[in-house]
DNA sequence: GGATGTCATCAGCGTTGCTTATCGAAGGTG
DNA sequence: CACCTTCGATAAGCAACGCTGATGACATCC
């Protein structure tokens, strides 16, 4: 169960290749058999079929695991070195779409910052891993409750705004004039699936898949009726097409965090402390 | 960052010494010296002070690290080893003590199942490392919520109980003849510190510190007025000593929940589907 | 049916990682 | 205060590991 066994398990599951993997990872084809062997003979399972190569049961249930594990290796790496290291001079920001606010524009410095936009559940694990200074994510919970995020790595969260949600519907739908809707009365509607700009509703039907993390290009599907969306009131409100109907229950609000490593250089902790600055939001 | 190496590294840290190490881990003293050497000439950082033998910063937030990490490591291969290993005849279940309640003693089968009882942090890395084959752990949740578990390994939750809560208090205490309290009212009470228990309360005044799984001993000491506990109503009605007074806010429920590896053999399951029998408290 | 590409296997070899042995420093003791 | 014990660092030696390069077995494509 050694790391580079595992990663080179997961780049050969990926690509479905043992000569792939290898060229990838800078060995040859012979090194990655080996490494492969040597994993099913340490737990006497297979975990790849040969011709094609796919995960075995077994090996899609150690793919699960690996994920996870050598995110945490690098997260603890990337700590400890983190405590040495000289602060950058220019620091990296990573942001889910929706996190990306008013709090946020008036809190960025003129210069010097990066601002890195990424689906939400990728914002951990950028600032776990060092490859981020900072990190804002986003997502529905109840009232003044904490985010439900994967711990990659003891990071420091503090809330920093929470705001009313509303559901973008299509100007002819028969809730366009209502003052709020449940969302029980939308359970058989159909919804926008957009895994990477956040809101990830997991009972409701889902419609159209949306990827990417435009939220212009999102907004504009749900006014042309393709499907619901649940997004920030002040969003919604800005789309600019659609009906904007706040959401009255369940009681969910929209709430943005911070996240940051355990040690926190100069420019990055100022940047953290502004943004952080006057939240009634702490966790 | 090879394991072995993190794997030493705690073991030395945790025993203040070298030479301790390595004779719990079978290697010379020698092997230790180069293993500490290799981790910290990899992180180029001193990780270790010696003589005394402890953490420096760095080796503290590496020790952080090490812990989840190497868990994290065990759960996936025992997930993984579970896959192929026939189903175990005996079974063992994991429970943190207020979790042992009317539905665990229902469920119980005559014969064949090990109970243990540990703090509740326990429970999920019990079951992660494949140490027992399922666990029920409890705390306290807004209604209908699932507990903060820490994710340790995929694992299945479900919730199988939810309880009102009580405060146990000493007969005399101003409170005792109300029929309802809010945990507001007794900010500046001073609470028993049980974390092997449960329902760990941060924001109170920690009085005396209990260690030890044993309820009936914490209820004696809260009935003596040593502090105040939080627990289940059924709980804390039955202590015989003390009086127990509902809380009314928050609005708090003492949730249970089963957690199962994602493979569960025979007998294990069968176990499971009887606790999580009729439970309308799935998440 | 030859050509191509894939993964498995083998031999060879440099490096790693362990052990044994020894040293210097610190702490305890008569 | 000298002596002894204990602890961690270091050096040398050696076996095992882990890589490369070559070759083999097998399937697919033209």
Known sequence: ??????????????????????????????AVSQHIAALEADLRTELLTRRPVAPTPAGARL?????????????????????AA????????????????????????????????????????AVAAGDCDLGLVDGPAAPSDPL???????LRVTGVGEEELAVLLPAG???????????????????????????????ARRALRYEGTDLRALCALAAAGHGLVLLPRRVAEAAG?????P??????????ELLAPATL????????ARLAAGSPYDS
């Open 241 to 245: 097409a659609g009906v904007c109907v």
């Open 265 to 272: 250089s100069g420019a990055a902790a100022a940047l953290a």
């Open 173 to 203: 739908h028969p809730f366009a004039g209502r003052g709020a809707v449940r969302l029980d009365d939308l359970a058989d509607a159909r919804w926008l699936d957009a895994p990477d700009v956040g809101l990830p509703l997991t009972a």
């Open 148 to 154: 439900r995020l994967p711990d990659v790595a003891p």
């Open 63 to 83: 793919l699960e695991h690996a994920g996870p594990l050598l995110l945490r290796l690098d997260a603890a790496r990337a700590d400890v070195l983190r405590l």
């Open 247 to 256: 959401l009255a229950a369940p009681r969910l609000v929209h709430r943005t």
């Open 86 to 125: 000289a602060p950058p001079g220019r620091i990296t920001l990573a942001a889910s779409p929706l996190a990306v606010g008013p709090r946020l524009l008036a809190a960025l410095p003129a210069t010097g910052v990066t601002l890195r936009v990424m689906p939400p559940d990728a914002v951990p694990a």
């Open 1 to 30: 169960m050694d790391p580079h066994l595992l990663r080179t398990f997961v780049a050969v599951a990926r690509l479905s290749s043992f000569s792939a993997a290898a060229r990838e990872l800078g060995y040859t084809q012979s």
